[in-house]
């Protein structure tokens, strides 16, 4: 399975982004998928994740401001609103294949003004 990520770059603060990732290859292993982030000196944090069925969790830190949709079973769009310095990462999409964690290349998101 390989994963492209898109999108991301430059927003002032208060602004919006949209984040998609787009799986090819054995797609018909996956099963979740979802976004991580690191900034600079942290770790990677889950920031959401939907499953197959379109069930969806985030982290509290995005909760009402941050959307996750799935359009089939290999595209997932993070929609990232009221941004923050905060949020400001690499995003990374991720997709779980029967146990085993994909990763896409990452994507710049900078929120500054």
């Known amino acids: 399975v390989q994963l492209q990520a898109s999108g991301g770059g430059l927003v002032q603060p208060g602004g919006s982004l949209r984040v998609s990732c787009a799986a090819s290859?054995?797609?018909?292993?996956?099963?979740?998928m979802g976004w991580y982030r690191q900034a600079p000196g942290k770790q990677r944090e889950l920031v959401a994740t939907?499953?197959?069925?379109?069930?969806t969790n985030c982290v509290d830190s995005v909760k009402g401001r941050f959307n996750i949709s799935r359009d089939n079973k290999n595209t997932v769009t993070l929609q990232m609103n009221s941004l923050k310095t905060e949020d400001a990462a690499v995003y990374y999409c991720?997709?779980?294949?029967?146990?085993?964690?994909?990763w896409g290349q990452g994507t710049q998101v900078t929120v500054s003004s």
């Open positions: 290859g054995s797609i018909f292993r996956i099963g979740s």
């Open positions: 939907i499953t197959e069925g379109g069930r």
């Open positions: 991720y997709a779980d294949c029967w146990g085993i964690a994909y």
